[in-house]
Structures are given as structure tokens and as C-alpha cells.
T-cell receptor, first 112, second 111 residues
Framework: ELKVEQNPLFLSMQEGKNYTIYCNYS?????LYWYRQDPGKSLESLFV?????AVKQEGRLMASLDTKARLSTLHITAAVHDLSATYFC????????????FGDGTTLTVKP | ETGVTQSPTHLIKTRGQQVTLRCSSQ?????VSWYQQALGQGPQFIFQ???????GRGNFPPRFSGLQFPNYSSELNVNALELDDSALYLC??????????FGPGTRLTVL
């Protein structure tokens, strides 16, 4: 059974600081996703990572994937209040796209 | 290009009732996956439909069932509702084996 673990589960940070969210998964995978969710809303896709060593950046967020370590990171640079949300990583098992297993989410609060 | 849509937005039911949730897939997509997200948790995979057939199922009892129609829209049916079925239900559409895109969700409350 595929398991996905995120840490930390809660993160409070000051504006302007950097931090990293970690996502570990238990079996080989074709695909890893990062999503953002605002309270009461659906999931917004941030990144799709398909291969070992993949790195993607959008604004203040950068995601990377190490398939050998079964680890993905979401790095936040110079956080701003607008980044406050819950962030999920999700993993598709091999040959099973769209049957994602999600982590429990990291709730990020950015304080002025 | 129209995105994934879901209806209704909110729904209140009582224990023991049955509910049907609907999802219209994004144009050009042939696969629909359904997820249940309880409050404070990550989404859990319920099942996936591809070309009108169930194509994989998560750890949910048979009272959760679905359909996919020729236009690739989909329904999620839940019978004999329980309090723990209260959740946000998300559908996602994709081309088979490609990235999925999520709809806005249906918030189900069971009293």
C-alpha cells in the first residue's frame, strides 16, 4: 500500500523567511504532484514532477523530486502572506495515473 | 475550453438517505476520478472511470458507486448515508495516464 507522509503538518513563518516542506512516499511512482488548497476551496495544481531530479519553479515556490530517496521538497523563498494555505503532495502509483494517494497536507501561515 | 464542473455545490442529507453527485469533465478528457476529503485531511481516492468502465477503486465500501456516460461526464452515488460521509467530494478529469484537473467540489453534510 502506497503511503505518503508530509512534514511538517503545520508551519507558521514570518514574511521574508525561507522554509521547506518535505514529502516522503513508500513505493515507486510515475508522478508526483503538489497542490495548494485555500479554506473551503478545491485543489489548485502547482507542480507535476515526472522524473528523478526534476525541478520546477513558479514565483516563490520551487519543487524538486528525488525518486531514489522517494522524496520531494517544496521550497518557499521569501514568504509573503498570500502564500498562506494548505499544501498537499500526491503520488500516482506506477501505471495508475489519476489514482493519487495524498499526504495529510501542510498548513502554512505566513505572518507579517 | 471549459474546465471541470460539479453539481450541486452544497448538499444536506440525513442518515440513511441516498445522494447523487455529478461531474462534467474537461473538454477532451476521457477519465474521471472521484475523491473524498474529510475536514482537516487529504483527499482519498474513491474510484476512477475510463470509457464508461470502473478503472480502479480505493478502500471504499460498495455503497459508493459510480457511472460514466458517453460524453465522459460522471456520477457518484452514495447509498445509506452515514455521518462520516460528510466531506468535500472532488472529481478530477484527465486524458488516461495524464495529469488530472480538479473541479470545485461538492460539500456534503449528513445530519
Amino acid at each position: 500500500e502506497l503511503k505518503v507522509e508530509q512534514n511538517p503538518l503545520f508551519l507558521s513563518m514570518q514574511e521574508g523567511k525561507n522554509y521547506t516542506i518535505y514529502c516522503n512516499y513508500s513505493t515507486t511512482s510515475d508522478r508526483l504532484y503538489w497542490y495548494r488548497q485555500d479554506p473551503g476551496k478545491s485543489l489548485e495544481s502547482l507542480f507535476v514532477l515526472l522524473s528523478n531530479g526534476a525541478v520546477k519553479q513558479e514565483g516563490r515556490l520551487m519543487a524538486s523530486l528525488d525518486t531514489k530517496a522517494r522524496l520531494s521538497t517544496l521550497h518557499i523563498t521569501a514568504a509573503v502572506h498570500d502564500l498562506s494555505a494548505t499544501y498537499f503532495c500526491a503520488v500516482d502509483p506506477n501505471l495508475n495515473a489519476g489514482k493519487s494517494t495524498f499526504g495529510d497536507g501542510t498548513t502554512l501561515t505566513v505572518k507579517p | 475550453e471549459t474546465g471541470v464542473t460539479q453539481s450541486p455545490t452544497h448538499l444536506i442529507k440525513t442518515r440513511g438517505q441516498q445522494v447523487t453527485l455529478r461531474c462534467s469533465s474537461q473538454s477532451g478528457h476521457n477519465t474521471v476520478s472521484w475523491y473524498q476529503q474529510a475536514l482537516g485531511q487529504g483527499p482519498q481516492f474513491i474510484f476512477q472511470y475510463y470509457r464508461e468502465e470502473e478503472n480502479g477503486r480505493g478502500n471504499f465500501p460498495p455503497r459508493f458507486s459510480g457511472l460514466q456516460f458517453p460524453n465522459y461526464s460522471s456520477e457518484l452515488n452514495v447509498n445509506a448515508l452515514e455521518l462520516d460521509d460528510s466531506a468535500l467530494y472532488l472529481c478530477a478529469s484527465s486524458q488516461i495516464d495524464n495529469e488530472q484537473f480538479f473541479g470545485p467540489g461538492t460539500r456534503l453534510t449528513v445530519l
